[in-house]
């Protein structure tokens, strides 16, 4: 993996997803266009992680509205079906559960012209505190929504500032551009930092290159010191792929438990992650 970029002065990432969501009748909706430092290299397909940004963005947008409170993420599944045709993308996201204190929403990839979706993600969303005192901010939401896409140069995970520490795990600190409205790291890049974990663990242990298609995020806790460290470890490897246990940590506070993650790949020709 290349060094992390500086920090200092880079855009949200949520301003590279190119992310223009409108609200409806108990739905959100919402177009893309990925651009390539998003998606699996020499590939139309965005990586899990990403998918898993796009879900948690969507689906936490409609159920902080819901609460009128901020809705942090409590668990988050990604599963991709078949490759997509397009980079244009368009998601819905609507309520499974419609609860007082937790909702769940599933959100739907399908690619523009298209009427099946090629990946989905279901999301459980907890709110937090009185919505008097904590109401959810839609407006500062739409602020942001309206803002230009900011074009990538270099890897999604490069730009997060994730970075290799060892054969099998990496890290990524808390820094503004990666961080959610409450302060905490973003449920998104807690994913694709566990996706990243699993690639970097397989780099080269088979020969094989690896796709993770499959990804099962449970958020036990927010990382408060940081940086948040993800290791991964192979489960089973068979033909058509592996099956990849992820543990993320607080490193900076005893390695306090912060996330499990559950990840599955498809091995494609040439080096990992090269094409899907």
Same mark, same amino acid.
């Given at each position: 993996m290349s060094e992390p970029t500086?920090?200092?002065? =880079?855009?949200?990432?949520? +301003? @590279?997803?190119?992310?223009?969501?409108?609200?409806?009748?108990g739905s959100f909706t919402a177009r893309a266009?990925?651009?390539? @430092? =998003?998606?699996?290299? &020499?590939?139309? =397909?965005?990586?899990? &992680?990403?998918l898993a940004m796009y879900a948690d963005n969507l689906g936490g947008f409609m159920c902080s509205v819901g609460f009128a409170t901020p809705a942090?993420?409590?668990?988050?599944? *990604?599963?991709?079906?078949?490759?997509p045709v397009s980079p244009v993308l368009h998601l819905e996201s609507r309520f499974l559960r419609r609860g007082r204190s937790?909702? *769940?929403?599933? !959100?739907? /990839?399908?690619?523009? &012209? +298209?009427?099946?979706?090629?990946?989905t993600a279901v999301a459980s969303h907890m709110a937090t505190g009185d919505p008097a005192e904590s109401? /959810?901010?839609? +407006?500062?939401a739409k602020r942001r929504r309206a803002k230009p896409t900011a074009m990538l140069d270099e890897p999604i995970a490069a730009r997060?500032?994730?970075?290799?520490?060892?054969?099998? $795990?990496?890290?990524?600190?808390?820094? %503004? @551009?990666?961080?959610n409205g409450i302060g905490t790291l973003h449920g998104g890049m807690l994913?694709?930092?566990?996706?990243? %974990?699993?690639?970097?663990?397989?780099?080269g242990a088979d020969g094989r290159g690896h796709v993770v298609t499959g990804l099962d995020v449970r958020y036990l806790s927010s990382p408060r010191v940081g940086p948040a460290r993800a290791t991964g470890t192979a489960l089973r490897s068979d033909d058509a792929g592996t099956h990849c246990w992820v543990e993320i940590v607080d490193a900076g506070d005893g390695d306090r438990p912060?996330? @499990?993650? /559950?990840? !599955? $790949?498809r091995t494609v020709p040439g080096p990992p992650g090269s094409s899907a």
């Open positions: 500086p920090t200092h002065d =880079l855009p949200h990432f949520s +301003e @590279h997803l190119d992310f223009r969501w409108e609200s409806g009748d266009e990925v651009q390539e @430092h =998003l998606r699996v290299p &020499g590939s139309l =397909l965005p990586r899990a &992680g990403v942090p993420t409590v668990d988050l599944s *990604v599963h991709v079906f078949r490759r937790v909702s *769940v929403a599933e !959100t739907w /990839f399908t690619c523009e &012209g +298209e009427s099946d979706p090629f990946a109401a /959810f901010d839609l +407006e500062h997060a500032g994730i970075r290799a520490v060892g054969d099998h $795990t990496v890290e990524l600190a808390p820094a %503004a @551009h990666v961080i994913a694709l930092l566990a996706e990243e %974990a699993c690639i970097v663990s397989l780099a912060c996330v @499990h993650a /559950f990840a !599955t $790949t």
